[in-house]
């Protein structure tokens, strides 16, 4: 069983690595990816007509991927407690599209992904990662509440 366990460091998706750890002792060939996504930020040039992007300093950048790496091991280190099968990425774009594409490429059997419990005005601005992944992926989806 191939399994891609999202993380973004949350409590939920914790629980989630728990959850997978867990399962990888029930199914003796389980496959564990876990993976963080990480987004490119850009600040907007100006307040008004322009619409070009400003990246963000490559200080910043790297302190991003680092905290990235830093919850790739946090969920991995649980993984091993467990003595799970599993491997560690980073990907780099839009979570929710990064993770639906990685999933539907990697032919995973179960994807396992926290629910951040967005609601009113943020989830119509923001969206919620979960429910695209959830809507969009072509396999079963483990939603830890």
């Known amino acids: 069983m191939k399994v891609l366990l999202c993380t973004d460091g949350s409590e939920l998706s914790m629980k989630g690595a728990r959850r997978a750890a ?3 002792t029930l199914v003796e060939d389980a496959v564990i990816e876990v993976v963080y996504v990480h987004q490119s930020l850009h600040i907007p040039a100006s307040v ?3 619409y070009a992007n400003v990246p963000i300093p490559h200080s910043v950048e790297s ?9 790739l091991n ?3 280190r649980l993984l091993k407690e ?3 099968n599993y491997s560690t990425h980073m990907l780099k774009g839009h979570p929710a599209t990064t993770l639906v594409d990685y999933a539907d490429e990697g032919k995973f059997d179960l994807v396992i992904i926290g629910s951040k419990g967005r609601s009113g005005l943020q989830k119509i601005l923001m969206g919620s990662v979960s429910t695209a992944v959830v809507q969009q992926v072509h396999c079963d989806v ?3 509440k």
């Open 48 to 50: 008004g007509s322009s």
């Open 82 to 84: 467990f003595g799970a």
């Open 63 to 71: 302190q991003m991927k680092a905290h990235g790496e830093s919850i």
């Open 22 to 24: 867990k399962l990888s």
């Open 142 to 144: 483990l939603v830890v």
């Open 74 to 76: 946090r969920a991995g």
